[in-house]
């Protein structure tokens, strides 16, 4: 959505976008009460990029590359390795 603010200049998507910045973080604020930082931000920040890139290719015509078919992997591999390893037991 933050593409379709135009800089802000657009009502509607610039509520969306906040709207979508607060859940972001409220949501993060959740999974920090059970998950170490490091690997909750890891999760966070690599899922996000990573589905950013995807929803950019299929919805805004975003060049797929070379480097964004061997990337993506290797985003979602290393967060998958940090949370297999992470030594924290997460209450259910």
Do not use: C, H
């Not at 060049?63 to 967060?79: D, E, K, S």
């Not at 940090?82 to 997460?90: E, G, H, I, P």
């Amino acid at each position: 959505m933050l593409k379709l603010t135009e800089g802000f200049k657009k009502l509607f998507p610039s509520v969306e976008v906040i709207i979508g910045y607060a859940v972001a973080f409220y949501m993060l604020s959740l999974a920090l009460q059970t998950l170490p930082l490091g690997l909750a931000y890891a999760i966070w920040s690599g899922v996000g990029t990573a589905v950013t890139a995807v929803l950019g290719v299929l919805l805004f015509d975003d060049p797929l590359n070379i480097g964004m078919v061997f990337g993506l992997p290797l985003i979602i591999g290393r967060v998958v390795l940090l949370n297999t390893s992470s030594k924290t037991k997460v209450e259910s």
